[in-house]
């Protein structure tokens, strides 16, 4: 397969690179750092890159056409940060990670979504935390809960061009992205676990990938909670 992967520089996306190429896939990897990409590329010869900053449409890169006819293209780049205080809202704050999580995956999908093939798989990583309001994740919240929404409604939409789409949604993985948390985090997986669950439901066809799944069952069954009950909860774990 050819699969495109965002944000291969580290954590879940690196880990799905490094996989994806050690079985003999051919990946191009997307990032910023133009050290790390090369780092990456020492792993595997079937590892390409492009180097540019997804949330700055006007310099995304033209593909080569052997970077053309995708089967496999994988938004995974994000960020979080946290709204520390909502009573002196951070708009600047709040643009940043929607930014790259929500607009750089439109921006995306107009620059590559038609160098996908016919059969193809468009693959959202959004996150557990669109389940439920936690917080100080204003930000990162709302950019994941708009993420999935967009899968849905792309899933939908897409089925008549012969595009599948798979939404992801991690709950805790040790990543450079979760080292920065103060609290604990429970059920945390490694990048490696994240991956290989992410290409076992690939490969099975899934429309939504969500693990670990004791974590993912506890955090439906708060949701099903009414919101007065839920915001009495989220208060105590700050
Ligand atoms: N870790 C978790 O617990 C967790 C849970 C649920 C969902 N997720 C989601 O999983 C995805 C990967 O997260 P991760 O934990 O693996 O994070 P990570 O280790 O911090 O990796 C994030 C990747 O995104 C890239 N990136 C960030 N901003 C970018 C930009 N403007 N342009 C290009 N690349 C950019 C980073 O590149 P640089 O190295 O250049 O910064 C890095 O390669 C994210 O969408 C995250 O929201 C993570």
Redo the contacts with the bound molecule.
Sequence with gaps: MRIMI?????????ALTVAYAGAGHQVIA????AD?LDELKQESSHIDSLC????DFDNYPNLASEQTGLDLLIF?????EYIDDALNFDAKRFERVIN??LI?VAYGLQAWLKHLKPGGRLVL?????RLLPLPRAEAYGAS?AALSYLGRTLAIDLEKHQLAVTTVH????D????ERNTFTMPMIVS?EQAAAKIIQGLDKGLDEISFPSVFIFFMKCLRCLPFSWWRKIAKRIV
């Design positions: 965002t944000g291969a520089t580290s954590g879940i996306g690196k997307c990032g910023r750092s790390k540019f900053d997804l949330t995974n780049a994000g960020d979080c790259i999580n750089s990583v959004s996150s557990s935390a994941k991690p709950g805790f993985v990543t450079p992205l979760t990048s």
